[in-house]
Nanobody, 114 residues
């Protein structure tokens, strides 16, 4: 059973930064893609960014230039560096891995507020 465990969420003021981590219980390269999604209150879950096995990234327009996905292959951890945070980035952030089946983490709350 694949497990994904997120960490690193919290509260930050607008303009601040946070880094989320997603520890994966399997080899990251065994997945077609890994990435981050988010769900704000009363909204549908939406893509933030994904990265393919080959390293191709797909960012949502709303986070381009502010968020960066990266991988630690040796540790099987996926990171999301979030800079210049805005109140509209407030959401629960979920890590996801796909290889036919979809695997989700439990979510990590990010709150951006002054």
């Amino acid at each position: 059973q694949v497990q994904l465990v997120e960490s690193g969420g919290g509260s930050v003021q607008p303009g601040g930064s946070l880094r989320l981590s997603c520890a994966v219980s399997a080899n990251i390269f065994s997945f077609d893609t890994v990435g981050w999604y988010r769900q704000a209150p009363e909204k549908q879950r939406e893509l933030v960014v994904t990265i393919s096995r080959g390293g191709v990234t797909n960012y949502a327009d709303s986070v381009k230039g502010r968020f960066t996905i990266s991988r630690d292959i040796a540790k099987n951890i996926v990171y999301l560096q979030m800079n210049s945070l805005k109140p509209e980035d407030t959401a629960i952030y979920y890590c996801k891995a796909e290889r036919g089946a979809h695997y989700w983490g439990q979510g990590s709350q990010v709150t951006v507020s002054s």
